[in-house]
């Protein structure tokens, strides 16, 4: 199955449709989580080439970041948008975000994790 596609076959002969998270959208959104939730296009690209040992984001990343972003935010400019990412001053800005209940829902499962690394006292 194609990592892009949004739509499987459910039980009972229906189909549901689920999320299925594109591994280029996940570093999409650790590079926003890491940027507070909001960041400009090229500052993300280039985050995500940091993370990958990268000095430059070659043009083929850049262009494979910004085609997985666009498929998965569908053009979302709501920050209360169902998925996780959304373009905060429209269709033809360049800043990406996470939508409030991404970064909300991410920020906590980030402190949970925190905590569950830390020793415990006993």
Do not use: K
Request: glycine share 10%; charged share 20%; aromatic share 6%.
């Amino acid at each position: 199955m194609d990592q892009a596609e949004a739509t499987a076959r459910g039980q009972g002969g229906g189909a549901a449709t689920v999320a299925i998270l594109n591994p280029l959208v996940d570093e999409i959104v650790q590079a926003l989580l890491a940027m507070g939730g909001a960041a400009h296009r090229d500052s993300v690209i280039a985050y995500v080439a940091r993370q990958r040992g990268l000095f430059r984001p070659p043009a083929e990343l850049a262009q494979a970041l910004a085609e997985a972003f666009a498929a998965y935010c569908g053009g979302a400019v709501d920050p209360r948008s169902p998925g996780l990412l959304h373009l905060p001053y429209g269709a033809e800005s360049q800043r990406w975000a996470l939508t409030d209940q991404a970064f909300g829902l991410l920020r906590e499962s980030q402190a949970r994790s925190a905590d569950d690394r830390e020793p415990r006292a006993r």
